[in-house]
């Protein structure tokens, strides 16, 4: 056996390093020149906003069936265990769009958005011992929302129309960093230990329509938010006969407390009409320690019968405590996050199947979700009630295998509603698109020559 040169070694990590790392600036690049889209939701000032799925695009075809995930070539940062599974080296990352409408009564919007998925890079470090290790970067929620209110000010002997313009934007996004090992044969643990942080802009413009001898107030509140926390999970897989496999995964997230941190700005100026004509003087700025803010347990766990290479079918559960959410806004309630997903994968062929509709993998999804969010309704009663929209959806998707490589390109697309068309409730009705690149190749292992 004569073994590559160590010269030989550097120079193939370092073109499979420079293809990730063209791969993923692209994707980088193009994530940056979306975020300057217009994302708006009525209901994302509620909690942390409104919340992005945390699956990967080869899951979203299975309506984000993700904990029990077992494969050599991929993996689920859902739960950590999954990466005691690899024996190749796998990048992967996403881009996602979002078609959805909103309505409420007779009233409806309709609107999109493109924007970055996720970066994911899982390799194994021992295959002996089961021992893998992934890191990556997830956006969590997405915050925006528009607000204009209108009064009749009585001020001297004049009645002033005065406007209120409210605007809020932002999100949470999560970096982590993940390992795990097997403990037996059948059983693997792990843990992501991750970052969470965020922050939110909200800007308060306060002036009086067509009159341009009172100033407004302009007030902006730059709110920043940081933590540190840990993912548990655990998978176990077992042969119940010669074809026939039965997994079964759960995750457990302990409660954080996110630091929270407030700038504040207070501005003048000169309005006419119903907009800024010239700013006027900075009347003062602050800095506010806020109280923390409590995230709460999340917990999740599903089972699934397979054969290996062939067919997959599952049942996944989870439940996040966000009942128990504490925030500064002591007035804010929200509810128990809780979600059924049914997953199923199918590939027709092998790996070299001369048919390449026979190599693809086929995937099919059912969701069904209570949100977090308390939204009020029947506001002309007293007290005000509140309603836990329920959320529904069914996804397909496939996995396009590149030709002589065991990468694959990754396709999702979810059909969904969340909430009831009333008078006093938003109704959204969506279309979930997810665009997956998986890069698999070998790192790290030295090749020889016979």
Same mark, same amino acid.
């Given at each position: ?16 390093y420079?293809k ?14 979306l ?5 708006k ?56 769009g ?10 409806g ?29 997830l956006? /969590?929620?997405? *915050?925006? +929302?528009? #607000?204009? &209110? ?5 001020? $001297?002997?004049d %009645?002033?129309?005065k406007?209120?313009?409210f ?9 982590y ?6 403990l037996?044969k059948?059983?693997s643990?792990?843990a992501n ?22 100033f407004g ?6 709110t ?21 496999k ?14 929270v941190?407030?700038?504040n700005?207070? /501005?003048t100026f *000169?309005? +006419?009409? #119903?907009? &800024? ?5 900075? $009347?003062?700025? %602050? ?14 766990a ?7 290479g ?39 062929g ?28 029947d ?16 996804a ?19 059909f969904?509603?969340?909430g ?10 969506y279309v979930?698109i997810?665009?997956g690149f ?13």
């Amino acid at each position: 056996m004569i073994n590559f040169c160590s010269r030989g070694l550097i120079k193939y990590f370092y073109l499979m390093y420079r293809k990730t790392i063209v791969l993923f600036s692209v994707f980088l690049t193009v994530a940056f020149a979306l975020k300057a889209q217009n994302y708006k939701h009525p209901y994302s000032h509620l909690g942390i906003g409104i919340l992005e799925d945390q699956h990967f695009a080869a899951n979203s075809g299975m309506a984000g069936f993700s904990i029990v995930q077992k494969s050599d070539r991929s993996f689920s940062s859902t739960n950590p265990a999954s990466y005691s599974h690899l024996l190749f080296t796998t990048f992967d990352v996403a881009l996602k769009g979002r078609i959805y409408n909103l309505a409420q009564g007779d009233s409806g919007l309709t609107t999109n958005l493109i924007s970055f998925g996720y970066f994911a890079l899982g390799f194994p470090i021992s295959t002996k011992y089961g021992w893998g290790a992934s890191f990556g970067l997830l956006p /969590v929620s997405r *915050i925006g +929302y528009h #607000s204009v &209110i209108q009064a009749d000010d009585l001020i $001297l002997p004049d %009645s002033l129309l005065k406007t209120d313009d409210f605007e809020k934007n932002g999100g949470f996004n999560k970096a982590y960093l993940g390992t795990s090992i097997k403990l037996f044969k059948n059983l693997s643990v792990g843990a992501n230990f991750y970052y969470l942080f965020g922050n939110t802009q909200l800007n308060h413009k306060m002036f009086f329509e067509n009159n341009s001898d009172f100033f407004g107030v302009s007030t902006e509140y730059n709110t920043y938010f940081a933590t540190t926390g840990i993912d548990f999970g655990a998978q176990f897989h077992t042969t119940l006969s010669k074809d026939i496999k039965f997994g079964m995964g759960a995750t457990y997230s302990l409660p954080v407390s996110l630091k929270v941190l407030r700038e504040n700005e207070f /501005v003048t100026f *000169i309005n +006419y009409g #119903s907009g &800024i004509y010239n700013y006027k003087d900075t $009347l003062f700025t %602050s800095s506010d320690d806020l109280a923390d803010m409590e995230i709460p347990k999340k917990l999740a766990a599903g089972l699934s019968l397979y054969q290996t290479g062939k067919w997959m079918a599952g049942l996944e559960y989870q439940y996040e405590e966000w009942s128990k959410f504490l925030h500064h806004d002591t007035s804010l309630k929200l509810s128990n996050y809780q979600q059924f997903n049914f997953g199923f994968e199918f590939t027709p062929g092998k790996m070299d199947d001369p048919s390449y509709y026979k190599r693809m993998t086929y995937r099919f999804g059912i969701k069904y979700a209570f949100s977090y969010l308390n939204v009020p309704k029947d506001l002309d009663q007293f007290p005000v009630s509140f309603y836990n929209p329920i959320k529904t959806g069914i996804a397909i998707g496939a996995e396009l295998p590149i030709t002589r490589s065991l990468s694959a390109l990754n396709t999702g697309i979810e059909f969904g509603k969340i909430g009831l068309l009333e008078d006093d409730i938003i109704r959204e009705l969506y279309v979930n698109i997810y665009l997956g690149f998986r890069l698999n190749d070998i790192w790290f292992n030295k090749r020889k020559i016979d």
